[in-house]
């Protein structure tokens, strides 16, 4: 089974940028991508792309966020941009297996002043 790993989180003020990458155990073409959840709130899906690179975004983060993926890397990554404070969350890379989701363990963005 693959296992994911995330980096890149950490603090940054308000307007600010983060690139978060995502490191895979095995090359896929599956769906990978990102979710976040902020203390007390739901699960959210920030963005996903497919092995052929067709992203989806969530409206709250479209236009200031991009997924891309390099599979000959096995890695993911999220460009972070015009960050604020609703953006701070624990962020999550997964992998679609079809029968399963997989998860990473995840990594903290703080956005604050």
């Known amino acids: 089974q693959v296992q994911l790993m995330e980096s890149g989180g950490g603090l940054v003020q308000p307007g600010g940028s983060l690139r978060l990458s995502c490191a895979a155990s095995k090359s896929s073409i599956n769906l990978r991508g990102w979710y976040r959840q902020a203390l007390g709130k739901e699960r959210e899906l920030v963005a996903r792309i497919t092995g052929g690179g067709a992203a989806y975004y969530a409206d709250s983060v479209k236009g200031r966020f991009t997924i891309s993926r390099d599979n000959a890397k096995n890695a993911v990554y999220l460009q972070m941009s015009s960050l604020k404070s609703d953006d701070t969350a624990v962020y999550y890379c997964?992998?679609?297996?079809?029968?399963?989701?997989?998860w990473g363990q995840g990594t903290l963005v703080t956005v604050s002043s």
């Open positions: 997964f992998e679609n297996l079809g029968y399963l989701e997989v």
